[in-house]
């Protein structure tokens, strides 16, 4: 190799070196920012209304009365959000006891619905008190109950099926989720937030006027009022944040 090229080299590998530090850097600087007004106003919001399923239980055997709310499910394994299976069907079943509140939202007479994200899997039928429902593709809601009554329960069973054994599978998240009829969605008010906030980073990043404006919108909603008050209202969205996302 002549001087010339190792001294090329010499050159053109700091350099190199150089570019992918400071594209690490940047790399890791993005991932630690801390949320936005937006994103913390929406999660705590969508708080509100969400809440984990408490309990899961997991098997592989195929019985017929699965399904059935008389089978006695007590010595199944219990399962959590991210541990994996190998099998290439599975049984779930969650035995969902409807609370008063959620996060001290009254949810007596609203909908709840059942949100399941997997990871791996093919097919998802879901059965609700041994009936099988119409609704039922993963990751999208399952409707549980148009009127939701306080220490009901309600019996949950989920045929999981994947394309073979061998393969990850597991639950990525089982959320159970409120809706009322007579009140404005906190989620819903969340997600304008967000919406407002993106469009004004895409079409008016300088517009200092309109990102105080959605300031002072997140800033009118009592998020600690909101989360601890049992029957209070969570308020309708601001006009300022319609208004806002009406003229972006």
């Not at 309990?55 to 055997?61: G, K, N, Q, V, Y």
Request: aromatic letters at 6%; a neutral charge; proline letters at 6%.
């Amino acid at each position: 190799m002549s001087s010339a090229h190792k001294w090329g080299w010499s050159v053109v590998l700091p350099l190199l070196m150089c570019s992918a530090t400071l594209a690490s850097r940047s790399f890791a600087e993005q991932r630690v920012q801390p949320p936005t007004m937006s994103e913390t106003a929406e999660a705590r919001l969508s708080s509100l209304v969400t809440l984990d399923v408490p309990d899961m239980r997991f098997s592989a055997r195929e019985d017929a009365r699965t399904a059935s709310t008389d089978l006695d499910d007590s010595a199944w394994k219990a399962i959590h959000p991210n541990e994996e299976w190998l099998e290439s069907f599975v049984w779930l079943r969650m035995r969902i006891v409807v609370p008063t509140q959620i996060h001290g939202y009254d949810i007596r007479g609203g909908r709840l619905s059942l949100s399941l994200s997997l990871r791996g899997t093919r097919a998802v039928r879901f059965f609700l008190n041994g009936v099988a429902l119409n609704a039922g593709q993963e990751r999208e809601p399952v409707l549980l109950t148009e009127h939701a009554v306080p220490g009901e329960t309600l019996l949950v069973a989920v045929y999981v099926a994947s394309d073979g054994e061998g393969e990850r599978k597991h639950i990525r998240e089982a959320k159970i989720h409120f809706e009322a009829s007579n009140r404005p969605d906190p989620a819903v008010l969340g997600q304008e937030f967000l919406v407002a906030e993106a469009m004004l980073k895409g079409l008016a990043p300088s517009d200092s006027e309109h990102s105080q404006q959605l300031s002072t919108a997140i800033n009118a909603i009592d998020l600690g009022r909101s989360l601890n008050t049992g029957r209070k209202r969570v308020p309708r969205p601001p006009q300022s944040t319609k208004a806002l996302i009406g003229r972006l």
